[in-house]
């Protein structure tokens, strides 16, 4: 168990609609990542945040957001689905944002029909 | 930006066999991951190097930073080592949090 929680485990919806997806990070963790997993595209990086502040921006959609609250938690939300959105959603994090250890959590898989 | 190519894209290997797994990468970085994706699909930390060896249990991990190579070795290899391992480095290099993966190396070790 790394210390970060992702829900939903699964999550099933259909094109069009928006889900939102959320990450507890570890205890003293002050950095999240998003990263999806599809199978064509592999691991990609989406986006950042360090202490409520967006750090660095990836491959992430126009259609899809996230921040990072004050309690550190953070959502991912997607929105107007396509079925390429298919895919698992991983949060990270880590202690400084640099170069550290991330602790991924269980991810989320999003299944658009 | 950076380009991570590991090797060999599949892998099987018998039971007690040890195991290599390059990563070769484009842009000079301070730290390198190596990663491991259970078949359930979660992702476990194994190492996050910047210079020589760091080794955990059966694993080890090199890193060449002039070479802009690593390797990741499994002595006395095990079927619960079948996995999908990967490598990953900062993006634009240097110490950058955020990462970009290689394919990933996929493992199957027989009994």
């Known amino acids: 168990d790394s210390g970060v929680t992702q829900t939903p485990k699964h999550l099933i919806t259909a094109t069009g609609q928006r889900v939102t997806l959320r990450c507890s990070p570890r205890s003293g963790d002050l950095s999240v990542y998003w990263y999806q997993q599809s199978l064509d595209q592999g691991l990609q990086f989406l986006i950042q945040?360090?202490?409520?502040?967006?750090?660095a921006k990836g491959n992430i959609l126009e259609r899809f957001s996230a921040q990072q609250f004050p309690d550190l938690h953070s959502e991912l939300n997607l929105s107007s689905l396509e079925l390429g959105d298919s895919a698992l959603y991983f949060c990270a994090s880590s202690v400084t944002g640099g170069a550290d250890t991330q602790y991924f959590g269980p991810g989320t898989r999003l299944t658009v029909l | 930006k950076n380009e991570v190519e590991q090797s060999p894209q599949n892998l099987t290997a018998q039971e007690g066999e040890f195991i290599t797994i390059n990563c070769s990468y484009s842009v000079g970085i301070s730290a390198l991951h190596w990663l491991q994706q259970h078949p359930g699909g979660g992702i476990v930390s194994l190492f996050m190097?910047?210079?020589g060896k760091k080794k955990h249990g059966r694993l080890i991990a090199t890193i060449n930073i002039q070479e802009k190579h690593s390797s990741l070795h499994i002595t006395a290899s095990h079927p619960r080592d079948s996995a999908v391992y990967i490598c990953a480095a900062p993006n634009y290099g240097g110490s950058q949090g955020n990462l970009i993966f290689g394919k990933g190396t996929k493992l199957s070790v027989k009994p």
């Open positions: 190097l910047s210079s």
């Open positions: 945040y360090y202490n409520g502040e967006e750090r």
